[in-house]
C-alpha cells in the first residue's frame, strides 16, 4: 500500500467515544489490511480547550478546531464520526449529509424518533452511506449465534429474552448531566442502552412489530453539576434538580414472524456493571449470549450428545476473531468491536455499498422506542412504525470477512469506482 492510499477522517467531540473511533480508525491497517487504506486523522472539533489539545497531542490529529462545522467544511475530510452528545446529533449528522460526508454516528441517532427521521431522510437524500454504532452485532458469538438462527438450527424461533443491566448511575449522589435531561437527552435508558439489545434482536431474529411497556425513574433528584462538570462520573456541587428520564425500562414484544419476548433495562441496578444479555429459545435448540462474557455462547441444539448448555469458545470461524487473536479461549475486547464497526463503515465508503449498520437500523430502533414511550403513557400495546430503508439487519445472511474481500483504495473510491 502506497503513503497516498489515505482517506480523510474528522471527527465531533473528543470525549470517550471520539477517542475510541479515533482508535478504531488507527487500528484498521493492522487488522484489515486488505480495505487498502489508512486513514488520514484530519481534524477534531470541540468547545473544550482541553480537548483540542489532547486530539492533537494524544490522539494524532492534524489539527482541532472549536466549531463542528469547521470540519464539515475542510476539503481533506472525506468521512465524519459523530460523537457528540445527543442534542446535537440531529443538527450535524443533517449538515453531514447536506455537504455529502458520509459519517459514523453514536447511539442512540437522535434524541426521539423524529430526529432519526431526519437524520435518515437527510441520509436518502444525500445518498450517502453511513454507520450507527451498534457494536454488539460484530462479537463473534453474536455472529454465529445469527448463523444458527438463520440456518434454520434452533427451528422455529419462539421466544427472546433480553436484559441490559448496568450500575453507572447507580449513586444518587453523581451529578445531574444532559443524559438526565429530557430535552437533551430524549429518553433515559430506552436509548442509551435498550436500543442496543432492541437491534440485537432484530439483527439475530425480525422485525419486532409491537410492544409493551413500563418505566421507573428510582432517583428522582440529582445534584448539579458544578462549572465545567459534563463527565458522568465526575463530583456533583450544587444544588438538586429533577431527573427527566426513566431509569428503568421494561418491554414486552411481538415480533413480526409470530415470536414474542421481553426485554428490560436499567442504569441504577447495583451490582450488574454491564449485564447485557440476549437469550433465542427455538423448537430445536436455544441459545445464550452475556457481554461481560464477550467469547463465549451457550448452545443447545437437537441431537447433541450433551444434556444442556454446552460452551462454545469462539475461534477462527467466528465473525472476524481471527482477525485479534489467534486461537479459541483468547478474548477479544470492546475495543475491538469498535475496530470491527469502523472496517464496516470505511469498506462501505469505498465501495458505495450499505455495509455497516446503517441510519435506517438507527431509525428502526427509535421507532421500537417511540412506541414504548406510547404504551408507558398510554398503558396499551402499540405497533411500530416500519421503516423503509437499507435495514442492514435484514439481510439473510451475516456479513462476515465476505463484505471485505475485495480491497478498494482511496484513489480508485475518489474516481468513482
Given at each position: 500500500?502506497?503513503?497516498?492510499d489515505t482517506i480523510g477522517v474528522g471527527l465531533?467531540?473528543?470525549?470517550?467515544?471520539?477517542?475510541?473511533?479515533?482508535?478504531?480508525?488507527?487500528?484498521?491497517?493492522?487488522?484489515?489490511?486488505?480495505?487498502?487504506?489508512?486513514?488520514?486523522?484530519?481534524?477534531?472539533?470541540?468547545?473544550?480547550?482541553?480537548?483540542?489539545?489532547?486530539?492533537?497531542?494524544?490522539?494524532?490529529?492534524?489539527?482541532?478546531?472549536?466549531?463542528?462545522?469547521?470540519?464539515?467544511?475542510?476539503?481533506?475530510?472525506?468521512?465524519?464520526?459523530?460523537?457528540?452528545?445527543?442534542?446535537?446529533?440531529?443538527?450535524?449528522?443533517?449538515?453531514?449529509?447536506?455537504?455529502?460526508?458520509?459519517?459514523?454516528?453514536?447511539?442512540?441517532?437522535?434524541?426521539?424518533?423524529?430526529?432519526?427521521?431526519?437524520?435518515?431522510?437527510?441520509?436518502?437524500?444525500?445518498?450517502?452511506?453511513?454507520?450507527?454504532?451498534?457494536n454488539y452485532r460484530h462479537a463473534p458469538a453474536?455472529?454465529?449465534?445469527?448463523?444458527?438462527?438463520?440456518?434454520?438450527?434452533?427451528?422455529?424461533?419462539?421466544?427472546?429474552?433480553?436484559?441490559?443491566?448496568?450500575?453507572?448511575?447507580?449513586?444518587?449522589?453523581?451529578?445531574?448531566?444532559?443524559?438526565?435531561?429530557?430535552?437533551?437527552?430524549?429518553?433515559?435508558?430506552?436509548?442509551?442502552?435498550?436500543?442496543?439489545?432492541?437491534?440485537?434482536?432484530?439483527?439475530?431474529?425480525?422485525?419486532?412489530?409491537?410492544?409493551?411497556?413500563?418505566?421507573?425513574?428510582?432517583?428522582?433528584?440529582?445534584?448539579?453539576?458544578?462549572?465545567?462538570?459534563?463527565?458522568?462520573?465526575?463530583?456533583?456541587?450544587?444544588?438538586?434538580?429533577?431527573?427527566?428520564?426513566?431509569?428503568?425500562?421494561?418491554?414486552?414484544?411481538?415480533?413480526?414472524?409470530?415470536?414474542?419476548?421481553?426485554?428490560?433495562?436499567?442504569?441504577?441496578?447495583?451490582?450488574?456493571?454491564a449485564e447485557y444479555t440476549i437469550e433465542v429459545?427455538?423448537?430445536?435448540?436455544?441459545?445464550?449470549?452475556?457481554?461481560?462474557?464477550?467469547?463465549?455462547?451457550?448452545?443447545?441444539?437437537?441431537?447433541?450428545?450433551?444434556?444442556?448448555?454446552?460452551?462454545?469458545?469462539?475461534?477462527?470461524?467466528?465473525?472476524?476473531?481471527?482477525?485479534?487473536?489467534?486461537?479459541?479461549?483468547?478474548?477479544?475486547?470492546?475495543?475491538?468491536?469498535?475496530?470491527?464497526?469502523?472496517?464496516?463503515?470505511?469498506?462501505?465508503?469505498?465501495?458505495?455499498?450499505?455495509?455497516?449498520?446503517?441510519?435506517?437500523?438507527?431509525?428502526?430502533?427509535?421507532?421500537?422506542?417511540?412506541?414504548?414511550?406510547?404504551?408507558?403513557?398510554?398503558?396499551?400495546?402499540?405497533?411500530?412504525?416500519?421503516?423503509?430503508?437499507?435495514?442492514?439487519?435484514?439481510?439473510?445472511?451475516?456479513?462476515?470477512?465476505?463484505?471485505?474481500?475485495?480491497?478498494?483504495?482511496?484513489?480508485?473510491?475518489?474516481?468513482?469506482?
Amino acid at each position: 500500500m502506497s503513503a497516498t492510499d489515505t482517506i480523510g477522517v474528522g471527527l465531533v467531540s473528543v470525549g470517550w467515544m471520539g477517542r475510541l473511533h479515533s482508535r478504531a480508525y488507527r487500528a484498521l491497517p493492522d487488522h484489515f489490511p486488505e480495505l487498502g487504506v489508512r486513514p488520514r486523522l484530519v481534524v477534531a472539533a470541540d468547545p473544550v480547550d482541553a480537548a483540542r489539545d489532547q486530539a492533537t497531542e494524544r490522539l494524532g490529529y492534524e489539527r482541532a478546531v472549536a466549531d463542528a462545522q469547521a470540519v464539515l467544511d475542510d476539503p481533506d475530510v472525506e468521512v465524519v464520526s459523530i460523537c457528540s452528545p445527543n442534542f446535537l446529533h440531529r443538527e450535524i449528522a443533517v449538515a453531514a449529509a447536506a455537504a455529502g460526508k458520509p459519517f459514523w454516528i453514536e447511539k442512540p441517532m437522535g434524541r426521539y424518533a423524529g430526529d432519526s427521521r431526519a437524520i435518515h431522510d437527510a441520509v436518502r437524500r444525500a445518498g450517502i452511506v453511513t454507520s450507527v454504532g451498534f457494536n454488539y452485532r460484530h462479537a463473534p458469538a453474536i455472529q454465529r449465534a445469527r448463523e444458527l438462527i438463520r440456518s434454520g438450527r434452533l427451528g422455529r424461533i419462539t421466544t427472546v429474552r433480553g436484559a441490559f443491566l448496568a450500575d453507572y448511575s447507580s449513586d444518587p449522589d453523581a451529578p445531574r448531566t444532559w443524559r438526565f435531561e429530557r430535552d437533551r437527552a430524549g429518553s433515559g435508558v430506552l436509548g442509551d442502552l435498550l436500543s442496543h439489545g432492541l437491534d440485537l434482536a432484530q439483527y439475530l431474529v425480525g422485525r419486532i412489530a409491537s410492544v409493551s411497556a413500563l418505566a421507573q425513574t428510582t432517583v428522582t433528584e440529582r445534584p448539579l453539576p458544578g462549572a465545567g462538570i459534563v463527565d458522568r462520573s465526575a463530583a456533583a456541587t450544587g444544588a438538586l434538580a429533577p431527573v427527566e428520564n426513566e431509569d428503568y425500562a421494561a418491554l414486552l414484544l411481538r415480533f413480526e414472524d409470530g415470536a414474542v419476548g421481553t426485554m428490560d433495562s436499567s442504569r441504577v441496578m447495583r451490582g450488574p456493571h454491564a449485564e447485557y444479555t440476549i437469550e433465542v429459545y427455538g423448537t430445536a435448540g436455544s441459545l445464550r449470549w452475556d457481554f461481560q462474557r464477550l467469547g463465549e455462547l451457550q448452545v443447545v441444539l437437537d441431537g447433541q450428545e450433551v444434556d444442556g448448555y454446552v460452551t462454545h469458545h469462539v475461534g477462527s470461524g467466528d465473525g472476524e476473531f481471527a482477525r485479534f487473536q489467534p486461537g479459541a479461549g483468547t478474548a477479544m475486547g470492546f475495543d475491538d468491536l469498535k475496530t470491527i464497526e469502523a472496517a464496516q463503515f470505511i469498506a462501505s465508503v469505498l465501495r458505495g455499498e450499505q455495509l455497516a449498520p446503517s441510519v435506517a437500523d438507527g431509525l428502526a430502533a427509535a421507532s421500537i422506542v417511540e412506541a414504548a414511550e406510547a404504551s408507558i403513557a398510554g398503558g396499551a400495546w402499540h405497533d411500530v412504525a416500519p421503516v423503509d430503508g437499507a435495514l442492514t439487519y435484514a439481510r439473510a445472511t451475516p456479513g462476515s470477512a465476505a463484505y471485505l474481500s475485495t480491497s478498494v483504495t482511496s484513489n480508485e473510491y475518489r474516481s468513482g469506482r
